[in-house]
Nanobody, 126 residues
Framework: QVQLVESGGGLVQAGGSLRLSCAAS????????MGWFRQAPGKERELVAA????????YYADSVKGRFTISRDNAKNTVYLRMNSLKPEDTAVYYC???????????????????WGKGTLVTASS
């Protein structure tokens, strides 16, 4: 199993930037596909970005393409989400998630993940 802890959330003005981090426990971090999800008040949770085990493949929701960047450092057991040009509609609790898929398997499973962090709140004020 893997345990995930997010950090880096906060309050930022629209147009600003934040970088979220997700630290994972365990020595097998590199075998997990990682994803960032978000859930805004009154809305369903949605996938924001995902990254393959090696970091060589990424996926982004259309709403964040060109603004957000997902990356990982397997030596540090950490995945990041760089968020630029934040908009008020990006306000949500952001969750880190993981599973032992290949990237292709994760796509076919519609990004269903078994391991979740507790989330970090991002607020972009207008």
């Amino acid at each position: 199993q893997v345990q995930l802890v997010e950090s880096g959330g906060g309050l930022v003005q629209a147009g600003g930037s934040l970088r979220l981090s997700c630290a994972a426990s365990g020595r097998t971090f590199s075998i997990y596909v990682m994803g960032w999800f978000r859930q805004a008040p009154g809305k369903e949770r949605e996938l924001v970005a995902a990254i393959s085990r090696s970091g060589g493949s990424t996926y982004y929701a259309d709403s964040v393409k060109g603004r957000f960047t997902i990356s990982r450092d397997n030596a540090k057991n950490t995945v990041y989400l760089r968020m630029n040009s934040l908009k008020p509609e990006d306000t949500a609790v952001y969750y880190c998630a993981a599973d032992r898929y290949t990237f292709a398997q994760a796509m076919r499973a519609q990004w269903s993940m078994n391991y979740w962090g507790k989330g970090t709140l991002v607020t972009a004020s207008s």
